[in-house]
């Protein structure tokens, strides 16, 4: 007897359109993070002024608070951000949105991102 194919399950009842006031940059740096339950590492793949999503080694649930840091570029600084918040998870992927952040911090993501942009074969 044949089995119909089923549909693919849909992300969420509650998804909705988010307007994101900055653009989001695909990339791929190691990214240390530490809540109180535990000290992880997961790469960044993609980046924006205000968030970030993360693949990590550990499942996290929305609303946990972490402290963060990241290398930038191979020869670039240390970044820090003192609070970050999950706000949704898929697995082992979440987001997360800056909480506190230095302007050391800040003006390291922004030069990022605008030469991530500068350089894009879709910049206008």
């Not at 988010?18 to 992880?40: H, K, M």
Request: hydrophobic share 40%.
């Amino acid at each position: 007897m044949a089995i119909a194919p089923q549909s693919p399950p849909s992300k969420s009842k509650h998804a909705r359109f988010v307007f994101r006031p900055y653009r989001r940059i695909p990339t791929w740096r190691v990214l240390y993070y530490l809540s109180r339950e535990f000290v992880g590492k997961g790469v960044v793949t993609n980046l924006s002024q205000l968030g970030m999503r993360v693949q990590g080694e550990h499942a996290v649930e929305p609303g946990l608070n972490m402290a963060l840091r990241l290398t930038l570029a191979d020869d670039g600084p240390t970044v820090e951000i003192e609070l970050a918040t999950v706000r949704w998870v898929e697995g082992y992927d979440f987001g997360l949105d800056f909480v506190h952040i230095n302007p050391v911090a800040t003006k390291h993501i922004a030069d990022l991102l605008n030469q991530k942009i500068r350089s894009s074969p879709l910049s206008y």
